[in-house]
């Protein structure tokens, strides 16, 4: 199909193109078989919607979109304004007044679900994959009737030749008779009467029909599309063979989880226009995102190296799970409690952390006035390794008798520290703490645990 503007050309490159089976064995039904032919020429369709009074489609850009969505205004709906597609014939009332963009959704909305120029459309706007359900099905009707037509144009050649004797174009019979062949469930005209009363009457319509779509290059591209295609599927079959039993296996479960997934398409399908909105912010994202990928390549290894402690730890947290589900409910009802409380406790921080600094030096203090005088003398003297062996000692008894913080001696302990794996500290001063009370190792990393 041809086009003037920007957007169109752009689409009609995407279409001519694209590798796609489907593509192109769509785009040539869709022109053959349309239900208004006259308007299958991009300019004649962009030269019906510059007489509609609608105020939005004054704008040459607005034209240009509605025409590049396979829409028209005929000459007796100029007073209502409203479209049709030149495909399926489908009329969109249009208010004078908008909408002003999005023809394709309009389409979709008023009766097109089963246009398959609309199909075709939004697969080359990337708005449907070609691996949709829908998509999958007409390709592969597409390729059985294409390879039909292929063989009945090659078996009445002859015909086609004693009709081209007439004087008549060569695209403009191959335009008649695959129209014919599309509009009459698969069969070609047989008489050359009656593909000449044909192309008698498109004559009107169009004198040549070899600007608007080269049948023959498209039927001779799909073949080649469909041969390669065949030998691909022959390389994979053996795979695909293998894997059948497994598929056959997955059946019923699938079969079982089909009523709920029907269920479920509703909501999926109103999610949709919240979804379609979103991704161009998603789209602006993705630059970004792939700059930190190298980044978390990098932590991959390290991650994948944690992956065994954590799947030991999991048994325990999964038994743990109950009980927290139980607490959930109550702890949810006290947190507009808790929340309006942290303010006031924010304050309180200063306050509470330096009155821990001043126990800690008073313990401190009043550990070394209670040192026997040999290790005051030892003390005073410089002996090496005095600090740590009495703390050492000391920190050891008072994790023997309690179960509370080696610090705060309030809150009890519930974090081992890492990598040395002292379970000495509670949380709050976890993150005070740069070594371990303990042996004085550097923390780099702490495992939450219970006391049972």
């Known amino acids: 199909m041809e086009g003037s503007s920007a957007f169109s050309k752009q689409l009609c490159l995407t279409l001519a193109d694209s590798a796609s089976f489907y593509t192109r064995g769509s785009l040539l039904f869709c022109v053959t078989a349309a239900r208004f032919p006259a308007f299958a020429e991009y ?72 246009c398959e120029l609309l199909t075709l459309l939004k697969v080359a ?16 009707k597409l390729r059985r009737a294409l390879a039909k037509l292929s063989s009945d144009l090659l078996e009445r050649r002859s015909m086609l030749g004693l009709v081209e004797s007439f004087g008549f174009a060569r695209s403009s019979v191959l335009y008649c008779a695959c129209r014919h062949f599309m509009t009459r469930g698969g069969q070609l005209a047989c008489r050359p009467g009656d593909l000449i009363e044909m192309i008698r009457e498109f004559e009107e319509l169009q004198p040549d029909w070899g600007h608007v779509i080269d049948v ?29 039993p497994a598929l056959e296996q997955q059946r019923p479960a699938l079969e079982q989880q089909r009523p709920a997934l029907e269920q479920q398409r509703p909501a ?70 808790l929340e309006q409380q ?38 005073k003297s410089g002996h090496p390794g005095f ?41 709050g001063c976890l993150s005070s703490s740069s070594a371990c009370p303990q042996c004085g190792s550097r923390i780099l990393g702490a495992v939450r645990a219970y006391i049972t």
Not at 73 to 91: K, M, N, S, W, Y
Not at 345 to 369: F, M, W, Y
């Open 43 to 114: 300019a004649t369709r962009l030269r019906s919607l510059s007489r509609s009074a609608a105020p939005f489609l004054a704008d040459e850009a607005a034209r240009y979109r509605w025409a590049d969505a396979g829409l028209f205004l005929p000459a007796d709906e100029a007073a209502t304004g409203a479209v049709r597609c030149f495909h399926c014939g489908c009329r969109l009332p249009v208010r004078p007044g908008g909408p002003t963009d999005e023809p394709l959704r309009l389409h979709e909305q008023l009766g097109g679900e089963q």
């Open 125 to 140: 706007h990337g708005m449907l994959s070609e691996r949709h359900d829908r998509v999958v099905a007409t390709s592969a």
């Open 216 to 244: 023959e290059a498209v039927l001779s591209d799909c073949a080649t599309l469909n041969e390669s295609g065949a030998s691909g599927e022959r390389q994979q079959r053996p795979a695909l063979e293998q894997q059948r």
């Open 268 to 337: 999926l399908e109103q999610q949709r226009p919240a979804l379609e909105q979103q991704r161009p912010a998603l789209e602006q994202q993705r630059p970004a995102l792939e700059q930190q990928r190298p980044a978390l390549e990098q932590q991959r290894p390290a991650l994948e190296q944690q992956r065994p402690a954590l799947e030991q730890q999991r048994p325990a947290l999964e038994q743990q799970r109950p009980a927290l589900e139980q607490q959930r409910p109550a702890l949810e009802q006290q947190r507009p409690a």
């Open 342 to 379: 942290r303010p006031a406790l924010e304050q309180q921080r200063p306050a509470l952390e330096q009155q821990k600094s001043e126990a800690l030096q008073s313990r401190a203090q009043a550990a070394r006035s209670s040192k026997p005088q040999s290790a005051q003398a030892a003390e």
């Open 387 to 427: 600090h740590s062996q009495i703390s050492v000692e000391e920190d050891a008894e008072v994790a023997a008798q309690s179960d509370k913080c080696l610090l705060c001696r309030e809150r009890t302990r519930d974090h081992v520290t890492l990598p040395c794996a002292h379970f000495l500290l509670c949380r």
